[in-house]
């Protein structure tokens, strides 16, 4: 039997930025739909509006009413927001706020009934978007608490082919970084990051380089003493549980001399400690990538881009790259669901004659 097409569920994002035009961007090219079946969560209206006004390549849409008459092979999109909303391109408008949660709103409730695979979200202004029902900082949040009770397993890292950044503190104050770093912190982001290491990206046995949060590491005391009261302790527990974390690294000449390329993953304190260094290194490629929840999700890593919205100036490439990581997300996830759920028994080759396998009891295999 043919295995189904991954349905990457799209949504519009913020509908007076950058999304349309590198969602319409990105579904020209028509191997897309060889990979997997889009499904953008948004309006037929709005999308021709950007593709006529940015003068882009025709994509021809299949308008459905549910994501479950998707089409292989095409670009679908549901229609699932005020037809009648006005776009100003380069404007935060309320209107554009609301458009831009009705879309994840619908996306998020496909994606938890599995209608959709996975979910490959476009930028949304942080402002406008806010409600009743959407008071978080960013689609992180909103999707720790949305899936099911896994706010606390979230975590947002910053991916290329070669390089993985993640960060224990995500959109909140700088003031208030030191008190939320704690130890008890800190080792949950580092097994849910080597978690994800592991079962999202392939990787056997995860390095993970931690980064400190003071200046010099804190220079024994000098400038401070997580390094040697929090930090450290956090990666000794770690360690208990099976991870594989080594620091805390001076972050400046962490980056600097590129010892980054040395590990699998980086866990930075804090959200500029390790976003500006990955967009000066993989911008135009990069990723966001909400790990440790049940689901996949992908983003660009870049945001609304106000500043260039409606010249067809913005790059599609990081959110070609959100979709191709989605796809090898959930493909990953299903292999290694495979690969473990039956692991193998121990087992006992003696090292002469035939190497005859014997079966042993639970006592005397936990004496081996």
Known sequence: MEEQQIRVGITHGDINGVGYEVILKTLADSRITELCTPVIYGSS????????????????????????????????IINCVDEEVKVELAKP??????????????????LKQGVIHVLVTAPINKHTIQNETFRFPGHTEY???????????????????TLRIAVVTGHIPLTEVPSRITREKITDKLVVFNQ??????????PRIAVLSLNPHAGDS???????????ISAIQEAEKQGVMSFGPYVADGFFGSDMYDRFDGVLAM?????????????MEN?????????????????????DIA??????????????????????????????????LRKQYFDNGGDNEKLDLTQEETDTL
């Open 143 to 161: 999707l720790g608490s949305a899936i099911g009770d896994q706010a606390d397993k979230a975590l947002m890292i910053l991916m290329t082919d």
């Open 270 to 282: 804090y959200h500029d400690q390790g976003l500006i260094p990955f967009k000066i290194l993989a």
């Open 45 to 76: 209206k709005i999308a021709a509006y950007h593709r006529k006004a940015l003068e882009l390549p025709q994509v021809n849409m299949n308008i459905i009413n549910r994501a479950e008459e998707a089409q292989s092979g095409r670009v679908n």
């Open 93 to 110: 408008t309320p209107a554009a706020g609301e458009a831009a949660y009705q879309s994840l709103q619908a996306a998020v409730s496909d």
């Open 196 to 205: 994800a290491l592991k079962q999202d990206f392939n990787i056997i046995k």
């Open 310 to 343: 409606g010249q067809n100036l913005a790059s599609e490439e990081s959110f070609r790259q959100a979709m191709y990581a989605s796809l090898d997300i959930y493909r990953n996830r299903k292999l290694y669901k495979k690969a473990t759920a039956h692991p």
């Open 286 to 306: 990069g990723v966001n990538y909400t790990a440790g929840l049940s689901v996949v999700r992908t983003s660009p890593a870049h945001g609304t881009a106000y």
């Open 221 to 231: 005391g000098l400038l401070g003493n997580e390094e040697e009261t929090i930090i």
